[in-house]
C-alpha cells in the first residue's frame, strides 16, 4: 500500500527555522517525484514545488522560490520542506503529494497534512 | 503562472441531484487538467486525470469532460460522500496552479 506520512503539528515564532518530513512507503520511491502543497486557513490549494528523490533535482513555483527550501535523502525514503525564518503568513496546512509522472503531473496519493503555526 | 477559475465558487444540491463545476484556464492545458475532492479536515483526493480519465476507484457516478481551455466535473446522483470541495489543477506548465475551489454543500 502505498503511503506517504508526514511529521507531526508544529507551533513555532516568527524568526524560527523549521523542517517538516514525508516519509514515503509501499512503492519505489526514487521513481516518483513528491510534490508540496500549501492550504492556508480556509483557503484553496498552493502548488509550492516538486522534487526527485533520485538525484534531489527540485522546480519551485516562482511564488515560492527563496521562500521554502525542498530537500530529499532517499536513503530514508524521507523529502522535507524548510524554512530558514519563518513569517506569521507561512501558518498553513502543507501537503506532500506523489506525482504520478513529472510530465502528466497530477498526484495521485497524498500525505496526512502538517499543520504549521507561527504566533508570537 | 497559468491562471485556473472555477465556477460556481458554491453550490447547493440534494441527494440525488446531478450537478456540474467548471474550470477554465488562462490558456490552452492540452488537456492537463485534473480533479480532486477535499472533506474538511482531510487530504485532497484524486477522481480525474488528463481531463476525463477516472482514477481507480472513484465512482462512476463521477464523470469529466473538457479541451482546451474549458472542463467540465460532472456528478450524477449526488451521495452524502460528495458533499466537499472540488478543485481542479493544471498540470500543463509549472507551478501546476489549482482554481479557487468550490464548495458543494446539502441543500
Known amino acids: 500500500e502505498v503511503q506517504l506520512v508526514q511529521s507531526g503539528a508544529e507551533v513555532k515564532k516568527p524568526g524560527e527555522s523549521l523542517k517538516i518530513s514525508c516519509k514515503g512507503s509501499g512503492y519505489s520511491f526514487t521513481n516518483y517525484w513528491i510534490a508540496w502543497v500549501r492550504q492556508m486557513p480556509g483557503r484553496g490549494l498552493e502548488w509550492l514545488g516538486i522534487i526527485n528523490p533520485s538525484d534531489s533535482e527540485t522546480r519551485y513555483s516562482p511564488s515560492f522560490q527563496g521562500q521554502v527550501a525542498i530537500s530529499a535523502d532517499k536513503s530514508i525514503s524521507t523529502v522535507y520542506l524548510q524554512w530558514s525564518s519563518l513569517k506569521a503568513s507561512d501558518t498553513a496546512m502543507y501537503y506532500c503529494?506523489?506525482?504520478?509522472?513529472?510530465?502528466?503531473?497530477?498526484?495521485?496519493?497524498w500525505g496526512q497534512g502538517t499543520l504549521v503555526t507561527v504566533s508570537s | 503562472d497559468i491562471q485556473m477559475t472555477q465556477s460556481p465558487s458554491s453550490l447547493s444540491a440534494s441527494i440525488g441531484d446531478r450537478i456540474a463545476i467548471t474550470c477554465r484556464a488562462s490558456?490552452?492545458?492540452?488537456?492537463?487538467l485534473n480533479w480532486y475532492r477535499q472533506k474538511p479536515g482531510k487530504a485532497p483526493k484524486l477522481l480525474i486525470y488528463g481531463a476525463s480519465n477516472l482514477q481507480s476507484g472513484v465512482p462512476s457516478r463521477t464523470s469529466a469532460s473538457g479541451s482546451g481551455r474549458n472542463f467540465t466535473l460532472t456528478i450524477s446522483s449526488l451521495q452524502p460522500e460528495d458533499f466537499a470541495t472540488y478543485f481542479c489543477?493544471?498540470?500543463?506548465?509549472?507551478?501546476?496552479?489549482f482554481g479557487q475551489g468550490t464548495k458543494l454543500e446539502i441543500k
Open positions: 503529494a506523489r506525482l504520478n509522472n513529472v510530465l502528466t503531473g497530477y498526484l495521485d496519493y
Open positions: 490558456q490552452s492545458l492540452n488537456n492537463f
Open positions: 489543477q493544471q498540470s500543463y506548465s509549472i507551478p501546476y496552479t
